[in-house]
């Protein structure tokens, strides 16, 4: 069954620490994989895209990593802001169009 | 470009009423995907459309849900006789090609049955 899951949860941590957030994946075949930040009563807003060949992608203070051999991803926030309290969605397409989601990670930034 | 605009934003239905969901894909854009999100939950899949084909619906229920995506107009997700198991956020998005790359999402519409 192809499923995409999420740890942890929830997370608080203070502002201008840093994070790593994991996924783990079992959806195949494999197309690519996507963090996605979504604010509270927001749509998902693409954050990094990953196909197989590629091992990490970074967008500003954010790192995303993709170990395909072991379905593992994990994205990697540095120096925190209140502004990235959100949720952050791993999702993996398996095929052309259709996308498997996480359930996200609750993270709370505090000042 | 406006991006993938949803409206309406809040939508409160009573049960048994008709709940009609629009969605106006990006310009340029003409693959539309809807998704629904229940509370506590991940986004789900439930059909993908181009202008006037269903192309995959098999994540929509199989009674009261229908979508469309006419050759004018925005796509329209229509659902008949409401239930309260039915109150969630749904999603558009779209994309230039039938690939998840281009996928761009909206606001979405937070459906409420009461």
């Known amino acids: 069954k192809n499923q995409v899951e999420q740890s942890p949860q929830s997370l608080i941590i203070l502002e201008g620490k840093n994070c790593t957030l994991q996924?783990?994946?079992?959806?195949?075949?494999?197309?690519?994989l996507r963090w996605y930040k979504q604010d509270t009563g927001r749509g998902p807003v693409s954050l990094t895209i990953m196909t197989f060949s590629e091992n990490t992608k970074s967008n500003g203070r954010y790192t995303a990593t993709l170990d395909a051999d072991t379905k593992q991803s994990s994205l990697h926030i540095t120096a925190s802001q209140l502004s990235d309290s959100a949720s952050y969605i791993c999702v993996v397409s398996g095929m052309t169009y259709k996308y498997i989601f996480g359930t996200g990670t609750r993270l709370k930034v505090l000042a | 470009n406006a991006g993938v605009m949803q409206n309406p934003r809040h939508l409160v239905r009573r049960r048994g009423q008709e709940a009609r969901l629009r969605c106006s894909p990006m310009k340029g854009h003409s693959h539309v995907y809807w998704y629904r999100q229940l509370p506590e939950e991940g986004l789900k899949f439930m059909v993908y459309l181009q202008k006037e084909n269903i192309i995959d619906e098999s994540g929509m229920p199989k009674e009261r849900f229908s979508a469309e995506f006419p050759k004018e107009g925005p796509s329209i997700l229509r659902i008949q006789q409401v239930v309260r198991g039915d109150s969630a956020a749904y999603f558009c998005?779209?994309?230039?090609?039938?690939?998840?790359?281009?996928?761009?999402f909206g606001s979405g519409t937070r459906l409420t049955v009461v």
């Open positions: 996924c783990n994946y079992t959806v195949s075949p494999f197309s690519n």
């Open positions: 998005a779209s994309s230039p090609t039938g690939e998840t790359h281009g996928y761009t």
